[in-house]
């Protein structure tokens, strides 16, 4: 059976009026439900009374409306009902997400991307307007959508389009992005939605060419964007449709609505090189994927966000889009990966005479946001220890490099930071060279303190660099730096010292840690942003600003297999603990 549908755009706070116009409507045309694109509230004293009187129950919404993200932030009350109340926000009134799936008791899948993109999320996006192209990447899994909704345009919308070029050829266009045409050109939604603020563009249908060439069908989509609720320039902000998910998909070739083109996304990658690094290790948060019915009058207090699984964490092996081109090594419990972005160039640390940058993970092979959640004791104590084993192989590593290198000054110990917060994907740890007469002089450390006293953090707690994180401390912040030796000749693998540190030939290791309280806003980026002080190379602390190509990646890669492989403990077969 058809689905009555009614898509209104940014209401931009007029929410009284806009369900006022509702309920006229729903009482002529018995909708089955409304969607409310790009952003529903406003700032002004007069709209912030209407969202309390919203969330009071006193303004009536006629019927089960579903809303987003747009790109403004959702007013602090009501971010504060939504995670309440499984982002319910009133009667009738669903929140869909930042990013996600959702289906309606009338079967019709609706996908989610809202917000503007942006290269790194702030550290609770749940509620936030922005998104990145991993998010919209993690998507794809839906496989297929009756409604996509999406703030920003897919890039190259307009390709071969006459009413383009007819109807919108002057105006100001909304900001485009290739994921999201990647990601119709995936789902291949019947109908695609967006916003735009003072006019209103409807594209001609569109269909994606079949992946069989012997499939004869078409699957067609219709993009539509509407303007905002009672725009000035008096532009079309409504729009309603009949959709029956029970209908075929695809249809042949003389049955394609009139003035369909070809997708023009056709000549668009299909796929964005995967989009992972170091903070996506630290900073994956809930995908927000979730496929459940609407209960306009009751809800199912399941409906809650759960964090995407190993098949869509881009740290996990299992995940069919894992890049394995960048793995150096592989044990039991863990791994090895250069670094999306690495901070380092490879010009940074002569010593490397620019064979790669130096920027590696360590990733548990768990899927796990903390080492404390990684299965029973003994599997969490072997993770740990092969962690720790390949931290130190790449330190021996440097050492030997170092024996090559006349100038002192050029010389390398390395720094090892980890932050362990419950609500990240995957837990990883960063290890990355720096120069050890910086070590000696005591410049890692006091950057460390010093940064973390102007960010209002806990003072750092000194810790063994072989012992773990007490389990009551919960989430905290850990670096392993670089401390002068007791001696110039002071033995490889020596334990020597106070405690929290350790010998390692040319320079001690010292461990500090600094508590995290679960409320506490924490910047993920502080380890980077730290030594990216330390190593004058500020201009790259956003990874994303520095990514290499799969081809730099790919050589990286190979060049620290070649330096690590005497010290790869992997390739003895066994992958058993020794020194």
Sequence with gaps: MASKVIVMGSINGAIRKAFAMLGKVQTKQNLSFAILLGDLFGESSSEVEDVLALLKGEIAVPLPTYFAIGNA???????????????????????LGR?????????????????????????????????????????????NADIL?????????????????????????????????????????????????????????FYHTPSDPNNDTRQVTRFLSLSSFKNPSGAKFVYAFNLDPSEPT?????????????????????????????????NRFNGNEHDHHHRPRKRNNNNNFTPAGPSECFFCLSNPLFEKHMVVSIGNESYVTISKGPLPTLTTFPALNGAFPGHMLIIP????????????????????AEMGRFRKAMDQMLLKINAK???????????????????????????????????????????????AEDFGYEPFVKIGPEEQVPGDVGEYFRVWVPTKPDTDTAMEGMDGGEA???????????????????????????????????????????????????????????????????????????GEEGE
């Design 500 to 574: 929290g540190e350790r010998e390692q030939g040319e320079w001690k290791t010292k461990s500090l840690y600094t508590p995290l309280r679960a409320e506490q806003s924490f910047d993920l980026q502080f380890g980077r942003k730290v030594m990216a002080g330390l190593l004058q190379v500020e201009g790259r602390e956003r990874w994303d600003l520095v990514r290499q190509s799969v081809e730099e990646e790919t050589g990286c890669a190979e060049k620290f297999k070649e330096a690590f492989k005497e010290f790869d403990f992997s390739l003895e077969g066994d």
């Design 250 to 282: 695809s249809l042949p070739p003389t049955q394609l609505p009139p003035s369909t083109t070809p997708s023009p996304f056709t000549t668009a990658p299909k796929r964005l090189p995967p989009h992972t690094d170091q903070r996506s290790t630290y």
């Design 99 to 143: 990013r996600g799936t959702f289906k309606t008791s009338e079967g019709v899948k609706i996908v989610t991307l809202g917000g503007s993109l942006m290269q790194q999320l702030p550290e609770n996006p749940e509620y936030e307007p922005f998104f990145t192209e991993n998010d919209a990447r993690g998507l794809h899994g839906a496989n």
């Design 73 to 95: 932030p959702l007013p602090t009350s009501v971010v504060a009902k939504l995670k309440a109340s499984s982002n319910e926000l009133c009667h009738n009134l669903f929140f």
């Design 405 to 451: 290198v006349p100038e002192k000054h050029q010389r390398l110990a390395s720094v090892t930071f980890e932050v362990s917060r419950n609500r990240v994907r995957h837990l990883g740890w960063q290890w990355l060279p720096v120069p050890a007469e910086y070590g000696a002089k005591g410049l890692v450390e006091a950057a460390f303190r010093v940064k």
């Design 149 to 205: 909704l999406s703030s920003e345009w897919p890039l190259g919308l307009n390709s071969g389009s006459q009413s383009a070029r007819d109807d919108i050829r002057d105006e100001p266009l909304p900001q485009a992005q290739q994921c999201i045409s990647n990601l119709c050109s995936t789902l291949k939604p019947r109908y695609h939605f967006s916003t735009s603020s003072t006019f209103f563009f409807e594209r001609e249908p």
């Design 365 to 384: 092979l768990s899927h796990v946001s903390t080492l404390a959640n990684v299965g029973d004791a003994s599997t969490h104590a072997a993770t740990f």
